[in-house]
């Protein structure tokens, strides 16, 4: 069986994955983390989608700059979310 | 009890939203090329400009004034972040060494790294990429030399410089096209002087393009090290 954009769609499912967990994960680190790997493979994404420029610069910047730059961000600030409100349940956040 | 019917009316407006936009654009047929801008782009790049990556030809011939913005628009914000993070006096306060592999690896791969990055932008109208990926990946490499050493800082009063004369090199070489062929960003180098026209597909070619994405290149570099520059130091008291 032939199957080359399967690549297309476990990518597009690991990165959505990422970025659920980018945005549900309480440590701020492991969530600059999955951001970063929502960038990665999203530059992956580009590279088979032949837009390779496009890809270098998400490589460069999104995955490992901004990425750089907000883990510097945690280490001045603090490392774990505070619970601010209650959290109303999942069906709702979602 | 306010809050779930304020989420709800948010997802309710969120999803009626999105039928609309899925009703515009569900008669937009996907991957077909109905642009003609883009086919006259494709049939007239190499005798206009001399560039065989038309993607480039268009950045930075065909729409020179929009990167000289984008390069305007970087350096704002380096200018901002440089203000909003100023001190008196700013010092590295890292304490803690890189591990081994991070100081070793650094070693070795930083070359390697600033090599890629100044191909990336000297082969920008031959080679996918161009000044603003070549300038990252040059950070990228300034990041990686921070992150291993604690006392590491790149050279200030040299970058400063480098990026102001870069930044006035676009301008200037801009204004030359102006007095030569009358109007901004005119590609001289291509259409008066003629150099390179068989030379196409090669490294000297392409006018102007690898001219100005070298300067891109180098003042994007500059201004992203600057801005980890600032990220990372912290000021300390007299």
Known sequence: MNCVTCIDYIIIGVMILSAVFAVEWRDLLAA??????????????????QAPDVAMTEAAIGAALSGAILIFAIKRTQRFETEEEERPGWWIRW | MVSVLKRSLAIITLLIIGYWLAQGLAGVPFGQDKMLVGHYYLDHVKEQTGAVNAVTAIVVNYRGFDTLGEVTVLFIASTGVGALLWER?????????????????????????????????????????????????????????????????????????????????????????????GYFLFDWIWQTWGWGHDNIGRLFSGGFIPIIYILIGLKVGTELSGIIDNMLKEGVKE
């Open chain 1, 32 to 49: 600059a983390v999955g951001m970063a790997a929502v960038s990665l493979f999203a530059s992956i994404l580009f590279l088979i989608l």
């Open chain 2, 89 to 181: 006096k700013k010092r590295r306060t890292a304490k803690t060494e890189g591990s081994i592999v991070l100081t070793t690896g650094t070693r070795l791969l930083v070359p390697f790294v600033m090599l890629f990055g100044a191909y990336i932008f000297i082969h920008g109208h031959l080679t996918p990429g161009g000044g603003f990926p070549g300038g990252a990946t040059i950070a990228t490499a300034f990041l990686l030399l921070y992150m291993a050493f604690t006392m590491y800082e790149i050279p200030h009063k040299a970058f400063e410089k480098t990026e102001g004369l870069v930044g006035m090199g676009y301008v200037i070489v801009g204004l030359i096209g102006l007095a030569i062929g």
